[in-house]
């Protein structure tokens, strides 16, 4: 039987390894399902925010805390309706695990002017001083 040997210009082809290809795009599908859950959350309140010429789109962080404010008051916190006091007692801990927290208000257009006052105060007893209003541009309409 002859001896067959790879010439010197022999080449093997690579491998293309498919289980960690598969384990990559399957972790990269659930982060972005993850991701957009979480977005909507927000969103799906019935809650019209005010209109702004000069509104500008801000990139969000991870861990903002979105306080909604219905017209009628109420105080939503990830689909969670909150009193004042439970609001306060809830900045109040978010603060004290991770000082410099960012606090976005949305507030519906025609909510009360107080109700307003007291997310701002319940944030101040929180020591939380990093507060955006949320508002849209007329061109988003």
């Known amino acids: 039987m002859p001896n067959y040997e790879p010439s010197e210009h022999y080449q093997p082809r690579p491998h293309i390894q498919l289980i960690p290809l598969i384990d ?3 972790f990269t599908l659930i ?3 993850t991701i957009s859950v979480y977005n909507q959350m927000e969103s799906e309140i019935n809650i019209s925010v005010p209109k702004s010429e000069t509104a500008k789109e801000i990139m969000r962080s991870a861990g903002e805390v979105i306080i ?3 017209q ?6 990830n689909e969670k309706p909150l009193n004042n006091e439970e609001l306060e007692a809830m900045l109040v ?3 004290s695990l991770f ?9 519906d257009e025609n909510t009360i002017h107080r109700y307003i006052i007291q997310v701002l105060d319940a944030c101040a007893k929180a020591n ?13 309409q």
């Open 24 to 26: 990559i795009l399957f």
């Open 31 to 33: 982060f972005f399902m």
């Open 68 to 70: 909604n404010v219905t």
């Open 72 to 77: 009628d008051g109420k105080f939503i916190v």
């Open 93 to 95: 801990r978010v603060s």
């Open 99 to 107: 000082p410099d927290q960012p606090v976005i208000i949305r507030a």
């Open 128 to 140: 939380i001083w990093d507060i955006s209003f949320a508002a849209i541009t007329s061109k988003q």
